[in-house]
């Protein structure tokens, strides 16, 4: 079992719908959640972070985590065609970047 | 630079060569990262680097890689007999010394035939 479990779609919605992104995870000592972004051939681009439980909100994203569940989600509003991408959760123990990756979501947003 | 830069981006080489990769990361970064990434995959975990130092080595798959960061500034991946299995995309990622917020470059495409 990866550390880290993360579906990989693809997941196809039409513009405009709230998109919900998750992960789950195994290892009670991750203390830092992070989303990134990836563009096709592109590295992966931060979107937020987290540190323990609860919500963070920026712009349209909004990240939530559950320890007691070891559940992790990215929810997008009114999404775009630009929205279009994979979609990596990451996790660390510690406060650097060494970070544990999901496999990765791919996200198509339909005009 | 504004980002952190991988040359080359494309690299193709025969099996049993050896390769070097190059990371160019943020300016004023002391911390930097390698990772890989297998095509369907999330990246991987290599190496760790604080300053010159090689921090945390524990994701290097085996003996024939190697990074250096000998002015804890540029880094330089290397693979020695590069095997099929290698093929993948390296990136590299820099943060400021602490916090997990990591920065990813491009990544340099590696193929091995």
């Known amino acids: 079992q990866k550390e880290v479990e993360q579906d990989p779609g693809p997941l196809s919605v039409p513009e405009g719908a709230i998109v919900s992104l998750n992960c789950t995870y195994s290892n009670s000592a991750f203390q830092y959640f992070m989303w990134y972004r990836q563009y096709s051939r592109k590295g992966p681009e931060l979107l937020m972070y987290?540190?323990?439980?609860g919500n963070k909100e920026d712009g349209r994203f909004t990240a939530q985590v559950d320890k007691s569940s070891k559940y992790i989600s990215l929810f997008i509003r009114d999404s775009q065609p630009s929205d279009s991408a994979t979609y990596l959760c990451?996790?660390?123990?510690?406060?650097?970047?060494?970070?544990?990756f999901g496999q990765g979501t791919t996200l198509q947003v339909k005009p | 630079g504004a980002g952190v830069s991988q040359t080359p981006s494309n690299k193709v080489t025969e099996k049993g060569k050896y390769v070097e990769l190059r990371c160019d990361p943020i300016s004023g970064h002391t911390a930097l990262y390698w990772y890989r990434q297998s095509l369907g995959q999330g990246p991987e975990f290599l190496i760790y680097f604080q300053g010159t130092g090689a921090a945390d080595d524990s994701g290097l798959p085996n003996d024939r890689f190697f990074a250096v960061r000998p002015e804890g500034s540029v880094s330089t991946l290397k693979i020695q007999r590069t095997e099929r299995g290698d093929s993948a995309v390296y990136l590299c990622a820099s943060s400021l010394g602490s916090g997990p917020d990591a920065f990813f470059g491009q990544g340099t495409r590696l193929t091995v035939v």
């Open positions: 990451a996790t660390s123990s510690s406060n650097t970047g060494k970070l544990i």
């Open positions: 987290t540190y323990s439980s």
